[in-house]
């Protein structure tokens, strides 16, 4: 093969370093708003306390694994209402196809984890190292000096401070915040959570600090996953080449009045995170962060030029410029059938799930016949069924429940280990109960194969009832 | 989208032509490679720490040492560990008041429940419906009797077995077989029984009142005289709707003619520990025949 080939070219890349370029504009001005947002949500929302009476835990949002509960602020959710997490799911995959058709990767750029740590790392690579030249000079620099180890060490200290805090912020979503924190200090942790911090912290400090852009380039599956979603009405970021181009930088010499509105100054290609060239086109590495758009703007305000040769676009509006018409505003392309029909799907979601947070009952009643053996005969030659009953108390005190039977005036129930039919359920608690159901002898359920009942469970603190049907097998089962 | 052809831009391709067709040059992050490699130095690792090389005979043991079999051991005497002390509390609680201990119940019903099904249900059922000659343990009706202390004497000393000198003892004479009674006697009793239990009428209503004679001289002693038998004893209750082996006719002529003489194992001693017969006990209480103490 070798001698009919040229020479090969490498199989292997090594990552291109992209020292991108501070900038500040409208754009820049909203991923610092949402930064501080998402990351105060982050750190901050495991030390929000939140009463909930004695027997249950204060913190507002927690995820209790171990007694398979979830808190969120006034909402308490059991593993039989995971249809809860599941709606929320479905509603985070219709907001993402609302927002990925609307507005392309808006998520990439302004709120993904990633975007959102590589932008703090790269902040404070910026403060140690300085702005762009700075630190390619840095780069380059091959004699690792005292300046050059100092600045690194003092950058990765910083990093490392930062992934630790939030692979550490993760583990007190899990348990009592304050608590774990004393643990914690105090060595008294359990290994899962220095584990899991230790985890997280190697991972934050690498994708934030090294990996970047490579996380979305060749890790991610949503870039693939968005690409399917979007359509010629989507705004991404591009750029006017029919206004800009050709290019050129020398607008003082023969012939500049031919060239565009573009000065080739590369502002656009320094402020970009992913290291491409708006330019050239929209393309797999752009997150749409629309750091382009506020440096290009810049430069077009100092040369007096007007605004948005870098722009937010639709395919649309390349077709409908390049024609010479006015592109259709922003809010049309946002308002269209197939988003207002994402937007009504997520909405009668959201809206089925408040529904049924609403309507669903404190308490609740599982009911098992037992049917080894289906029945039992007493020495009067009564007819037993019994039952296994789980008790739910979904409350955060003690509550009595009361059990009574309808089907059959001739039925009578009984509690195994009370003797007045009512038995105590300790707050947030399942309790099994073995019921007994009797029928006398030669009365009709007894004679059956089996007989219709209706089992009720009445907490009596509050008159809350609930019923189960469920089945009498009788002698002639 | 990477590297598509643009206007400006020649795009590096890896020079390969096929009918015109040419490749684009896209090549991996070396980074990529290098986790490939660390994947292969890896995997050279894992095989030496753990079993992994087989050999004619056996695979080799690892570095480490590990094997699922000593892992479950582990697992196993460690949740022991875990349990020791509740059984200690099991064991030393006042066999009354372990039902009133909702904790300490709670965990005595789910172990008993497991020694139940290894040690008990071969006869009494997995269900504990019993079978026949095998005493049902939901009901409400007891040879030796139902409260704690009785069922936990029954599970650990066994019924009239040899290897239990303190086993419940008690024996019926083979009435017919030992020609005690003669068959007309005989046929006399069983129709008496009958009468006495709601269950089967008496096949020959005009032989019960000359049975009653027979029950009063050969039976009451332990069934007592008016047959609702003594629990000292073993005594079963004839009058009530339950018959271990059977109420019909045949069933209680063959108990009266040969007697019946049913045999449970002491679980006592190297079989359960006190914790497990406690918990057992507890677990045979709760099934819906359970009696108060007296």
Known sequence: ?477 | MAQQPKKKQDVETTGHEWDGIEEYNNPLPRWWLWIFYATIVWAIWYTIAYPAWPGIRSATTGYLGFSTRAQVAENIAEFEARLEPMNARLAAADLNGIRGDSELEGYAVSAGAAVYKTWCAQCHGSGAAGAKGYPNLQDDAWLWGGTMEDIHYTVSHGIRNEDDPDARYSEMPAFGRDELLTGEEVEQVVNYVMSLSPVNPPVDASLVEAGAEVFEINCASCHLEDGTGDRFQGAPNLTDAIWLYGGDYDAIRETVWNARFGVMPPMGGADLSEAEIRAVATYVHQLGGGEAPE
């Open chain 1, 1 to 477: 093969m070798s001698d009919t080939q040229p020479d090969a070219p490498g199989l292997y890349a090594a990552r291109e370093p992209i020292f991108p370029k501070r900038v500040s504009g409208k754009f820049r001005n909203l991923k610092w708003i949402i930064m501080a947002i998402t990351l105060g949500i982050y750190y901050l929302t495991p030390w929000i306390r939140w009463d909930r009476g004695p027997n249950l835990p204060d913190q507002a949002v927690l995820i209790d694994l171990a007694n398979r509960r979830f808190f969120f602020f006034w909402i308490e959710i059991w593993p039989h209402e995971f249809y809860f997490i599941a709606g929320l799911l479905v509603m985070a995959g219709l907001g993402l196809f609302l927002f990925t058709s609307a507005m392309g990767r808006v998520w990439c750029g302004y709120t993904c984890p990633q975007t959102v740590w590589t932008d703090l790392f790269i902040l404070v690579e910026r403060w140690i190292e300085g702005d762009r030249n700075a630190r390619l000079r840095l780069h380059r620099q091959k004699k690792w000096d005292v300046r050059k180890v100092r600045l690194r060490l003092t950058k990765w200290i910083a990093w490392l401070l930062i992934a630790l805090a939030t692979g550490g912020a993760w583990v007190f979503y899990f348990t009592d915040a304050p608590g774990l924190l004393v643990d914690l200090v105090t060595g008294n942790a359990h290994p899962v959570a220095y584990t899991t911090i230790l985890i997280l912290t190697g991972t934050t400090f690498a994708f934030g600090g090294f990996a970047r852009e490579q996380i979305c380039i060749y890790a991610c599956p949503w870039p693939r996953i968005q690409a399917a979603m979007m359509d010629e009405d989507t705004l991404t970021v591009a750029y006017r080449s029919w206004r800009g181009e050709p290019r050129g930088k020398h607008r003082k010499a023969e012939g500049a009045e031919e060239l565009g509105d573009c000065i080739d100054c590369m502002a656009c290609v320094n402020v970009c995170p992913v290291g491409i060239d708006i330019r050239d086109g929209q393309q797999l590495e752009c997150i749409t962060c629309a750091l382009c758009i506020d440096a290009c703007d810049d430069i077009m305000e100092k040369v007096g030029k007007p605004r948005g040769l870098i722009d937010y676009m639709a395919l649309t509006d390349e077709v409908a410029e390049r024609a010479g018409n006015p592109p259709r505003s922003v809010w049309k392309h946002i308002f269209r059938p197939r988003t207002v029909l994402y937007t009504a799907l997520w909405s009668l979601v959201g809206v089925g799930l408040v529904v049924a947070l609403f309507i669903r009952s404190d308490i609740s009643v599982t009911v098992a016949p037992v049917r080894n053996p289906t029945f039992v005969t007493l020495s009067d030659g009564t007819i037993r069924n019994t039952y296994d009953v789980r008790l739910r108390n979904q409350h955060g005190e003690e509550r009595p429940f009361e059990i009574t039977i309808a089907g059959h005036p001739d039925l009578s129930v009984q509690l195994e280990g009370t003797d007045d039919g009512r038995v105590m359920v300790p707050a947030d608690t399942t309790q099994l109960q073995r019921v007994y159901v009797l029928a006398p002898p030669n009365s009709e359920p007894a004679e059956s194969e089996r007989w219709d009942i209706r089992m009720w469970v009445e907490d009596t603190s509050n008159g809350d009832r609930v019923y189960k049907d469920t089945i009498f097998n009788g002698r002639a089962n």
